[in-house]
């Protein structure tokens, strides 16, 4: 079946490192890839949606200039947290779409827990 | 709006036990609904879904059935396993947008 791969899977750094996080789609073409957070004991956040050659779209409230994304082609998707803070701290998920019907399960990566110490 | 309601948890079961894990959604139009498990460490993971109303999704002996009147998609088991130990997410997708809807997930564990 289609698979998500997302690295780095966890991430320690120091106050005011830029991490960047990878999203790839190994065997389909992902238009659009979507990037998620996670808070402890609460439910996925849609950050930002992704799309392939074009700027991505932010939900309200997302800083586009602390979230930086790139979507340079159908398999890759990046997310450059910069200069990141403890409160960043977060476990982050993206999840890309298969195939042009706005309704096919998005399929997920594993995740990436970054800690900002 | 959009937006989905979930059963609090933590869960904690004996082997063997029923599970319901109780999912009800407010949306617009007709939305494909589903549920997502994550286990510990890893990402999400599609476990069944339902794109239209009285539609049963099931797998891994899990099933949900879409009910529209209750606009509700609980999620069941008849005999649960440790390895069934994980969070739930129930969310939808509006069959017109772009984004899932995700319920705040219920942890489950499940003791032998």
């Known amino acids: 079946g289609a698979v998500v791969s997302q690295h780095p899977s966890r991430v320690i750094c120091k106050s005011g490192t830029s991490v960047k996080i990878e999203c790839r789609s190994l065997?389909?073409?992902?238009?659009?890839m979507f990037w998620y957070r996670q808070f402890p004991k609460q439910s996925l956040m849609l950050m930002a949606t992704?799309?392939?050659?074009?700027?991505?779209?932010?939900e309200q409230g997302v800083e586009k200039d602390k979230f930086l994304i790139n979507h340079a082609s159908l398999t890759l998707s990046t997310l450059t947290v910069t200069s990141a803070h403890p409160e960043d701290s977060s476990f982050y998920i993206c999840?890309?779409?298969?195939?042009?019907?706005?309704?096919?399960?998005?399929?997920f990566g594993d995740g990436t827990r970054l800690s900002i110490l | 709006g959009n937006s989905v309601t979930q059963m609090e948890g933590p869960v904690t079961l004996s082997e063997e036990a029923f599970l319901t894990i109780n999912c009800t959604y407010t949306a617009t139009g007709y939305p494909s609904l589903f549920w997502y498990v994550q286990y510990p460490g890893e990402g999400l993971q599609l476990l069944l879904k339902a794109t239209k109303a009285d539609d049963k999704g099931s797998n891994k002996g899990f099933e949900a059935t879409y009910r529209k009147e209750t606009t509700s998609f609980h999620l069941e088991k008849g005999s649960v396993q440790v390895s069934d130990s994980a969070v739930y997410f129930c969310?939808?997708?509006?069959?017109?947008?772009?984004?899932?809807?995700f319920g705040t997930g219920t942890s489950l564990t499940v003791i032998p």
């Open positions: 969310a939808l997708f509006p069959n017109t947008g772009n984004q899932f809807y």
């Open positions: 065997d389909f073409q992902a238009t659009t």
């Open positions: 999840s890309a779409r298969e195939g042009g019907m706005g309704n096919q399960p998005q399929h």
């Open positions: 992704s799309n392939e050659g074009s700027k991505a779209t932010y």
